[in-house]
């Protein structure tokens, strides 16, 4: 199973500037067919593999829900009966205070892996963003469309599209890219 980024430009779109401006920005632009996927799609549009390589596993877009940060409720809940169970086993208060240490340092440590690739995440989108604003802004298009699927066969094997949504460009974020569901065309316009 692998990630490809697949996007889709309108009929009317200008593909030799269009294609210039994925080759800027490091971005493959081979046109596909993928019947599952057309039938969302306006007649005509183009339907393009932004994928240069052997495919987009790793991709930053659609790889956090937005929940990254720790649930303290759930975390205190988890300790209180942890707390519990070690007293059942007999341990001593001196045992369960040094537990409850090593516990909350550890969790500091999680919590900090998780904000750095949070971090490390919308860095990264910020290329993503720079590109959908550069093609929409160049005028060569008048909207693009990206699509994150996890393949597991080939690229016109049938896909579930869950929806298609259109995102203004003043609204785009790097926060936004790297929340995007997988199999949600998302149509990005000025």
Same mark, same amino acid.
């Given at each position: 199973?692998?990630?490809?980024? &697949? #996007? ?6 200008? $593909? ?18 993928? &019947?599952?996927?057309?039938?969302? $799609? ?10 240069? *390589? ?7 877009? #659609?790889?956090?829900?937005? *929940? ?10 988890? =300790? ?14 001196? =045992?369960? /205070? /040094?537990? +409850? ?7 500091? =440590? *999680?919590? /900090? ?25 160049? =005028?060569? !298009?008048?909207? @693009?469309?990206? +699509?994150?699927?996890?393949?597991? *066969?080939?690229?016109?094997?049938? @896909? ?5 949504? !259109?995102?203004?460009?003043?609204? +785009? !974020? ?17």
């Amino acid at each position: 199973m692998c990630h490809f980024i &697949t #996007a889709t430009l309108p009929k009317d779109a200008d $593909l030799k500037s269009s294609k210039e401006i994925f080759k800027l920005h490091h971005l493959g632009f081979k046109e596909i067919e993928n &019947t599952s996927v057309r039938e969302h $799609l306006e007649k005509d549009d183009f339907y393009i593999l932004t994928t240069k *390589g052997m495919c987009d596993c790793g991709t930053v877009l #659609a790889s956090q829900d937005g *929940g990254y940060q720790s649930d303290d409720s759930n975390s205190q809940k988890y =300790k209180d009966r942890e707390v519990e169970k070690l007293k059942k086993k007999g341990w001593s208060d001196t =045992k369960i /205070r /040094r537990w +409850l240490n090593e516990f909350e340092i550890n969790a500091e =440590k *999680g919590q /900090r892996e998780e904000e750095q690739s949070h971090q490390y995440s919308l860095t990264r989108s910020e290329d993503w963003l720079n590109f959908i604003q550069e093609i929409i802004n160049s =005028k060569s !298009t008048k909207r @693009i469309g990206i +699509l994150v699927h996890n393949y597991s *066969g080939g690229l016109d094997n049938r @896909i579930k599209i869950l929806g298609k949504e !259109t995102i203004k460009l003043k609204n +785009l !974020t790097p926060q936004f890219l790297v929340e995007m569901s997988e199999d949600v065309i998302y149509d990005f316009v000025l």
